[in-house]
């Protein structure tokens, strides 16, 4: 045991290892309580905001269906005055 302590007359080159032990644990610790204990609650790298995503808007997804070619241009002005009597009127740029 007096061989490890000793190296030479003084500490030896495992004495870098034990930093190395500590960021690990510290790593791992970070790793599960992100993983399990903040998930759900918004964690505290989670942005605070609540709803959905700005792009998420039935407009927004109407206008992607229409440009990526799933619906024809009748489909899409039909489901547009759907959504004008749902939402009301929908002015310029495609807000109420």
């Excluded at 500490?11 to 992100?34: D, H």
Aim: glycine share 16%.
């Amino acid at each position: 045991m007096e061989y490890l302590a000793n190296w030479d007359g003084g500490p030896g080159p495992w004495i870098l290892f034990f930093p190395l032990v500590w960021a690990v644990v510290v790593i791992g610790v970070v790793t599960v309580l992100r993983r399990t204990a903040w998930r759900g609650r918004g964690g505290p790298w989670r942005p605070m905001t609540t709803g959905r995503p700005a792009g998420d808007s039935p407009l927004a997804v109407l206008g992607r269906r229409f440009a990526s070619g799933e619906i024809d241009e009748d489909e899409y002005w039909r489901r547009l005055s759907v959504l004008e009597e749902h939402f009301g009127r929908i002015g310029k740029g495609g807000t109420a």
